[in-house]
């Protein structure tokens, strides 16, 4: 009983990591990382974004970063709280920083990331008791499918002879 009631609360995080994932599928496309992610508020996605470095020159256009702009701006405020996060690879510190910053209440992502990973793996800055913001973080959503998006991308880069 317990695994159904597991496998029913996780349905509208994988409902919501597709939207991330279809973002990611526009990177690829795009050759740029492929990396997605939407903000949601109320069961209404606010914020999309996906990583546009290479089109944008740009560091900080990470999928996150933009996805929390456009949400501030949907909202009229830098406060996004009662806003759940999606995003298909484990925030980056800059992006974990965002978060804090933007008082997001939780983050799901479906990818760990062990080099650069700011909320489980490397570092857990969306949990730092020393800041004034914490985050609920739940990672491993579609993790097979996150996972595999930046892997054929990278091979793909590689049989490139780029990255």
């Not at 909202?75 to 974990?96: F, V």
């Not at 990818?111 to 650069?116: I, N, V």
Request: glycine fraction near 6%.
């Amino acid at each position: 009983m317990d695994h159904a009631l597991s496998e029913f609360s996780l349905q509208p995080h994988e409902l919501w990591m597709r939207s991330a994932l279809d973002l990611a599928g526009q990177a690829f496309e795009e050759s740029e990382v492929p990396v997605g992610a939407v903000i949601v508020h109320q069961d209404r996605i606010i914020g999309t974004g996906y990583n546009q470095r290479e089109q944008l020159r740009d560091p900080t256009a990470h999928a996150e970063m933009i996805a929390i702009t456009q949400a501030a701006e949907q909202l009229g405020s830098w406060r996004l709280t009662d806003c759940t996060l999606y995003c298909t690879l484990e925030p980056c510190p800059m992006c974990a920083g965002a978060i804090v910053q933007a008082r997001i209440s939780t983050v799901i992502f479906g990818t760990p990331d062990p080099k650069a990973g700011a909320c489980q793996s490397l570092y857990q800055i969306t949990d730092d008791p020393r800041l004034n913001h914490r985050a609920t973080v739940l990672g491993g959503v579609l993790q097979a499918e996150c996972r595999a998006i930046l892997q054929d991308f990278f091979a793909q880069q590689r049989a490139l002879g780029k990255k």
